[in-house]
């Protein structure tokens, strides 16, 4: 079973939140409600020109501000029993961090129902979100606000 290999951004703010997408049922992938932005990273394509492409398609909009944070892998655990996703496959996360600005406020969402602004503490909740961005936001989170 091949490694998917994604690259997202986690755009926040000074006041401890994320932008999330809110999946929609044409997007949801492996069953979740909310997710990062960001997607599949193609042949040929390093995972920032990957993450580019996606924004460009998902959100008419590429920060001008993309810092790498890291590569997190986890194993995918659907939650619904149709998805694209089998259990126990592996997905290979590079991960980079965008503060938000007034640009984000004219971006066009173009998949997902739409974007929300979230507590990080409620995305380390895990409530809706794939398990493997619980591990990963922690540690985004003790990164941008010094805290665990």
């Given at each position: 079973?091949?490694?998917i ?9 000074k006041e ?11 997007v949801?992938?492996t ?21 580019k ?19 997190f892998?986890y ?18 996360c ?27 503490d ?27």
């Amino acid at each position: 079973m091949p490694e998917i290999k994604v690259a997202i951004v986690v755009f926040y703010d000074k006041e401890g939140n994320v932008f999330v997408q809110e999946r929609g049922k044409d997007v949801s992938k492996t069953g979740e409600k909310y997710g990062f932005w960001g997607g599949r990273i193609e042949k040929r394509e390093t995972p920032k020109q990957a993450l580019k492409r996606e924004l460009k398609e998902e959100l008419e909009f590429v920060p001008k501000k993309l810092d790498f944070f890291g590569i997190f892998s986890y194993k995918l655990i659907p939650l619904k029993r149709k998805t694209v996703c089998s259990l126990g496959q592996k997905a290979k996360c590079w991960i980079f961090l965008s503060p938000v600005n007034r640009d984000l406020s004219k971006v066009k969402i173009k998949e997902g129902k739409g974007m929300l602004k979230m507590k990080i503490d409620k995305v380390i909740k895990g409530k809706g979100f794939p398990i493997g961005s619980v591990e990963f936001v922690k540690k985004v989170k003790k990164q941008l606000y010094g805290k665990d």
